[in-house]
């Protein structure tokens, strides 16, 4: 079973730092693309960041490139995003998604994917 669990979100003060996971399973992690995702209460969808897992190409949104870093670890299937420099605006349910062989940037725009994770929320206090 294809499967993507997030973790680590929280509540953190303007400014501060937290460090979200993205664990995969039931695929062959280094075949994907997987992007976060961040939707906040009445607002729509927004793709934050992306990496290729093979080949490390990565892609970040322009509001949050600077203070948002996308990493992987294929020892551990997991994908981290450390976001540095939170701000209010950055509240918001953040979601994994995978697909296979996407390209990074083409994967912001998809709708759908071949696997999608529940979520960990992230909160900025100001």
């Known amino acids: 079973e294809v499967q993507l669990v997030e973790s680590g979100g929280g509540l953190v003060q303007s400014g501060g730092s937290l460090r979200i996971s993205c664990e995969a399973a039931?695929?062959?992690?280094?075949?994907?693309?997987i992007a976060w995702f961040r939707q906040a209460p009445g607002k729509k969808r927004e793709g934050v960041s992306s990496?290729?897992?093979?080949?490390?190409?990565?892609y970040y949104a322009d509001s949050v490139k600077g203070r948002f870093t996308i990493s992987s670890d294929s020892a551990k299937n997991t994908v981290y995003l450390q976001m540095n420099g939170l701000k209010p605006e950055d509240t918001a349910l953040y979601s994994c998604?995978?697909?296979?062989?996407?390209?990074?940037?083409?994967?912001?725009?998809?709708?759908?994917?071949?696997?999608w994770g529940q979520g960990t929320q992230v909160t900025v206090s100001s």
């Open positions: 998604a995978a697909d296979r062989w996407t390209d990074p940037i083409a994967i912001m725009y998809m709708d759908h994917f071949d696997a």
């Open positions: 990496i290729h897992i093979r080949d490390g190409m990565t």
């Open positions: 039931g695929f062959t992690f280094d075949e994907y693309t």
